[in-house]
């Protein structure tokens, strides 16, 4: 059968919008199978629970498993890097941090552009750090841990979850605004960096506050201060470093992410359903307990944000 020109276009046209056709249905059914949450940093540091809690609900409210995917390492440009290079389907996620903020201008040679390839899709929370010690190290004040650095340089030894992550950069911060020599050693994570502190291998860090409240309240760690700009509610009786450093403060944040290219309407699934958890009075009292104080917004709140910080930092 011959076919008129118009029935020709007609039909070109047709095959043409069939993928972006498919691409609107898939993201109509979605999610239509679990979800991968790729987190950076191991199991039992902040942005593993961070993305444990977030992960549940969005598995309870959206109807499908979202598994967490443990990809440590590289200040946790391992995990970003899995993420960019994933398909852009919505079913490989990013669990973002201020880490990936501080890597754009840390790093040089990166095989990604975070802002370019990340799509962002929605904050969670921001929660200071802490900074702690070993109770082996005779100080209790942010004074007392500036004289006795000064009296030994050197020998206090400062864990982090690695080169370049918040908590590194947080304590480079305050060796410079204040003078004293801490010998840095990093780990690949929080978990082992907060397990050498709790056997005193190192002496000091400054730590998530999710994952080491619970050795605060317990007297196995010393919290002399938390590095926001002001007090926390939870923890009024410890001061910020701010009060004895001016001009110092160091916090984390963390969000959703996806590949660029993403549907639109998968991220604004997600934004929704992670901004109604962040509504929610028992998840915000669950991030209170952890720390943290929820930021919910849109999808460009979020790539605000990352830009903010990313200057910051770089600064």
Do not use: C
Not at 41 to 46: D, L, S, T
Request: charged residues 15%.
């Amino acid at each position: 059968m011959k076919l008129s020109r118009r029935q020709s276009l007609h039909l070109a046209a047709g095959a043409a919008a069939l993928p972006a056709a498919s691409r609107i249905a898939r993201a109509q059914s979605y999610p239509a199978r679990p979800v991968r949450l790729i987190e950076g940093f191991g199991a039992g540091g902040a942005p593993d629970i961070v993305a444990r809690v977030v992960g549940q609900w969005l598995s309870e409210h959206l109807g499908r498993q979202f598994v967490i995917d443990n990809r440590t390492g590289a200040a946790g440009n391992i995990a970003t890097e899995a993420v960019v290079r994933a398909p852009p389907d919505g079913y490989t996620l990013l669990m973002v941090g201020s880490a990936n903020a501080i890597n754009a201008p840390l790093y040089e040679k990166l095989n990604f552009n975070f802002i370019r390839d990340i799509e962002p899709v929605a904050s969670i929370i921001r929660a200071p750090l802490l900074l702690m010690v070993n109770p082996s190290v005779p100080v209790r004040t942010i004074p007392d841990l500036i004289a006795y650095a000064k009296a030994n340089p050197g020998k206090l030894n400062m864990a982090s979850s690695g080169v370049g992550t918040t908590n590194h950069l947080a304590g480079e911060l305050f060796k410079m605004l204040t003078g004293v020599n801490m010998v840095h050693v990093p780990y690949r994570g929080a978990t082992p960096a907060l397990t050498d502190l709790l056997a005193g291998q190192v002496q000091v860090t400054f730590g998530g506050m999710i994952s080491s409240i619970g050795y605060i309240k317990a007297g196995q760690l010393r919290a002399l201060a938390v590095t926001g700009a002001t007090r926390m509610d939870m923890l009024p009786e410890i001061p910020a470093v701010d009060e004895f450093v001016a001009g110092y403060e160091a916090s984390a944040f963390y969000g959703v992410g996806a590949p660029k290219g993403t549907p639109p309407a998968i991220i604004r699934t997600l934004n929704d359903a992670i901004n109604a958890a962040l509504a929610s009075p028992v998840m915000k009292a669950r991030f209170a307990d952890l720390g943290g104080t929820v930021i919910a917004g849109s999808p460009a709140d979020f790539g605000k944000l990352i830009a903010d910080e990313t200057e910051k930092w770089g600064r």
